[in-house]
């Protein structure tokens, strides 16, 4: 299996309420990044979290990292239509040639009206 | 608004031709990122420079795939002959290395190849 796998695949939620995906990954990382990807887009990055912190936030964004149970939550509270998209968090592990940056499956969010 | 551009947006080409897609980095960015995306596989490193030299390609079929950077403000990926299972999404995508060595990455909007 994968680096980085995101958990659900796909949720689906009610405009206002708050949603968690999770994400598990396999060797020792320097940091983790969370991406949306809207349809048809480009990734965009949206937070980073490196291996030394527990939590983050930014915005309506939070996002911990467990390093004992190699495993990240990317939580969006009161979410929004616009928060629709595809999510993705990425790792940044030590590759056999340097760096390598390996993303996950994605989590699908549907946020309905 | 500085972005990374990609081109062309769309390309379709029948197999055995040559395909070559553009990236154009935010500028001052020095590492740029060639990513492939499909719905089987998601999205794959292909390779990656850092100051127009090549630091990881491992994740590129080396037969047919290449990369360059000519310039600093020009990365180029290409593929020949095609195939139909390289039909994806290429994305290019360009950071700098933060305090630390990590990067955020910029993405471009995407070359969506289909090889019939």
């Known amino acids: 299996s994968q680096q980085g796998e995101e958990d659900p695949q796909a949720l689906s939620i009610q405009e206002g309420e708050n949603a968690t995906m999770n994400c598990s990954y396999k060797t020792s990382i320097n940091n983790l990044q969370w991406y949306r990807q809207n349809s048809g887009r480009g990734l965009v990055h949206l937070i980073l979290?490196?291996?030394?912190?527990r939590e983050k936030h930014s915005g309506r964004l939070r996002v911990t990292l467990d390093t004992s149970k190699k495993s990240s939550s990317l939580l969006i509270t009161a979410s929004r239509a616009a928060d629709t998209a595809s999510y993705f968090c990425a790792t940044d592990v030590k590759g056999d040639y340097g760096q390598n940056f390996v993303f996950g499956p994605g989590t699908r969010l549907s946020v309905l009206p | 608004d500085a972005r990374v551009t990609q081109t062309p947006r769309h390309k379709v080409t029948e197999m055995g031709q040559e395909v070559t897609m553009r990236c154009q980095p935010i500028l001052g960015h020095n590492t740029v990122f060639w990513y492939r995306q499909t719905m089987m596989q998601g999205l794959e490193l292909l390779a990656y420079?850092?100051?127009?030299?090549?630091?990881?390609d491992s994740g590129m079929p080396k037969d047919r795939f290449s990369a360059e950077m000519p310039d600093a403000t020009l990365a180029t990926l290409k593929i020949q002959p095609s195939e139909p299972r390289d039909s994806a999404v290429y994305f290019c995508?360009?950071?700098?290395?933060?305090?630390?060595?990590?990067?955020?990455?910029?993405f471009g909007p995407g070359t969506r190849l289909t090889v019939t």
């Open positions: 995508a360009s950071g700098f290395p933060e305090t630390g060595g990590f990067y955020e990455q910029y």
């Open positions: 979290i490196r291996s030394n912190e």
């Open positions: 420079f850092r100051n127009r030299a090549p630091l990881d």
